[in-house]
């Protein structure tokens, strides 16, 4: 062998050497876990694992009994993936347990034991936020539950009340009109009130369905306070005192868009509000603005002539970012359903949304500061619904110290929400609802 390809082999075996440490030094240094979460939810089930780089990954359904299977490629086990086991709810709906292992080098496996068949959704999100790579796992029932069904399961008394109530009315005025036709003619002054139409106006002829929905949730957490408070906390409690105060009314009954932490796509929670038939839509927030000095209450419906403000124009651009924030799979979102949604808003919701927005918003005036006098607009993306009026309350700005105190207070969450409550019972006083539609 000459010495001129001694020194080549030699040259390779380097070249071939140092690819190898190369190789074995990148599964060392693979992706870093930081962090693992699970969102579980009636709606689906989300479990999130965020690390410093972007992994590739495979899932496979299993029957007898029914798991999910998933390779994540690029990492080694550690605690922080360990965690994860710990993690599960006896109440969650979907998973019974998971099981994480190394299945071989460089892939980890998690298998996921169900508590019924699944529908899986696996994508990833890029950085964003505070957030750096996302691999998000959804586990939606085969069967979605129906929010229509299971509203009219929670408000069956008070329908069968109302119902009776009804009757009752029916029947007195039906007697009225019968002793009306029987007396005789009286003159003039003495003239027999219409008993009927009197009792018609007072006759609800069916319960007034609100949609409340409560900001963020889940890996969306909103804004964020000084110390620490999170605005999907803040506004999940708000909306279940809004939500209290209408159970207790006889002719109303609430729908909540999310009951729990856990994130709901923006277009999901116009399309529940639809799917009840909901008669009004409020979604309740507490942002934060760029500069602490910003304080007040304001309220928002949509706009479709631009933004009445600076202000309103940079909040709108906000609250639509959360589904890039929370996380949405862009490859299942209907886009068709969104687009539509916002081509068929029409000037008459804006115009019933700016009536029920003016109507809370002099409710909490009087005893709240106000970021601006009026109702503002913009083109909020949740306020989209084509035909239900629809309104966005900002109940205060998390960002400013002393409000946020104010936001984490029981008496002052209960004032905001009796607030609203009063000005939907305004609203609807002037405005009575249309008749039943044919599948409510």
Known sequence: ??????????????????????????????????????????????????SDKALPITQ????????????????????????LVAKVKPNDPYVSQIRVGQFQPGMVRLVFDLKEPVKPQLFTLEPIAEYQYRMVLDLYPTIPPDPLMELVKSSARKESALEKANEEIDLIAQFATKKEKEAPRAPVAQAIPDVKESSIKTKHKRLITIAIDAGHGGEDPGAIGAMG?????????????????????PYMRPFLTRDGDYFVPLHT???????????????????????PRAKGASVFALSQMGASSTTARWMANKENSSDLIGGINIKTQDKQVANLLLDMSTTAQIKDSLQVGTSILKQISGFATLHKPKVEQASFAVLRAPDIPSILVETAFISNPQEEARLNDDAYQDRIAEAIMRGIKDYFSKNPPVTRRANA
């Open 60 to 83: 496979q359904l299993l029957t007898n009994p029914d798991r999910l299977v998933v390779d994540v490629q690029g990492m080694e086990l550690n605690s922080t993936l360990k965690d």
């Open 229 to 249: 408070s999170k605005e999907k906390h803040v506004v999940l409690s708000i909306a279940k005192r809004l939500r209290d105060k209408i159970e207790n009314d």
């Open 1 to 50: 062998m000459n010495s001129s390809r001694r020194k080549h082999l030699k040259t390779s075996a380097k070249m071939l050497g140092f690819i190898l440490f190369f190789s074995e030094a990148e599964i060392a240094w693979g992706a870093k876990i930081l962090g693992v979460r699970i969102w579980p939810a009636e709606d689906y089930t989300r479990i999130t694992l965020e």
């Open 269 to 291: 929670r116009v399309q529940k509000a639809r799917r009840v038939e909901a008669d009004l839509f409020i979604s309740i927030h507490a942002d934060a603005f760029i500069e």
